[in-house]
T-cell receptor
Framework: QQQVKQSPQSLIVQKGGISIINCAYENTAFDYFPWYQQFPGKGPALLIAIRPDVSEKKEGRFTISFNKSAKQFSLHIMDSQPGDSATYFCAARNDYKLSFGAGTTVTVRA | NAGVTQTPKFQVLKTGQSMTLQCAQDMNHEYMSWYRQDPGMGLRLIHYSVGAGITDQGEVPNGYNVSRSTTEDFPLRLLSAAPSQTSVYFC???????????FGQGTRLTVV
């Protein structure tokens, strides 16, 4: 049973549009919430991360929104570009161990 | 600057064969882990190690063994391969519990 639930499974967005991916968790012991980006044939790479004492973090076109009371967090990709086409995983960490969501495949149409 | 190196990149095994997936990191990280990635399931933790000589089971450890004799290396052994172990395997390392995990490029394993 996955400890982190991620949706949607896939999404298609036009160039310049906004992509939104949502995740939810139950385990309150999680203390670090990273997002990973993965291109075909490659390993996941850290995109952006947030700690539960912060409600929002922005890095360039990527923003994490975090709702501790609802145990939900989301990734917003602004001004989506074709190079953003990839699979995105949310994750949550307890001690050293990462629990991953199922992944969202994002396709950006030019 | 190699980071996390996994070998081989691809492997086909017959049911019942054994093999070792290699993982090495050159960042002097204490924590290393193995994940498997299956469609629609994300990455699931198989085994992890918090330092040389210390290993523990993750979420899906059955059918896999690990050992950690050095800080740099963390091999994953399949003792008797089964078709259910067909997957993409990723090794990761972390300096400590407050820093990011770095992943290798993966090993795509097919068991026939």
């Amino acid at each position: 049973q996955q400890q982190v639930k991620q949706s949607p499974q896939s999404l298609i967005v036009q160039k310049g549009g906004i992509s939104i991916i949502n995740c939810a968790y139950e385990n309150t012991a999680f203390d670090y919430f990273p997002w990973y980006q993965q291109f075909p044939g490659k390993g996941p790479a850290l995109l952006i991360a947030i700690r539960p004492d912060v409600s929002e973090k922005k890095e360039g076109r990527f923003t994490i929104s975090f709702n501790k009371s609802a145990k939900q967090f989301s990734l917003h990709i602004m001004d989506s570009q074709p190079g953003d086409s990839a699979t995105y995983f949310c994750a949550a960490r307890n001690d050293y161990k990462l629990s991953f969501g199922a992944g969202t495949t994002v396709t950006v149409r030019a | 600057n190699a980071g996390v190196t996994q070998t081989p990149k691809f492997q086909v095994l017959k049911t019942g064969q054994s093999m070792t997936l290699q993982c090495a990191q050159d960042m002097n990280h204490e924590y290393m882990s193995w994940y498997r990635q299956d469609p629609g399931m994300g990455l699931r933790l198989i085994h992890y190690s918090v330092g040389a000589g210390i290993t523990d089971q993750g979420e899906v450890p059955n059918g896999y063994n690990v050992s950690r004799s050095t800080t740099e290396d963390f091999p994953l052994r399949l003792l008797s391969a089964a078709p259910s172990q067909t997957s993409v395997y990723f090794c990761a390392s972390t300096m400590d519990r407050n820093t990011e995990a770095f992943f290798g490029q993966g090993t795509r394993l097919t068991v026939v």
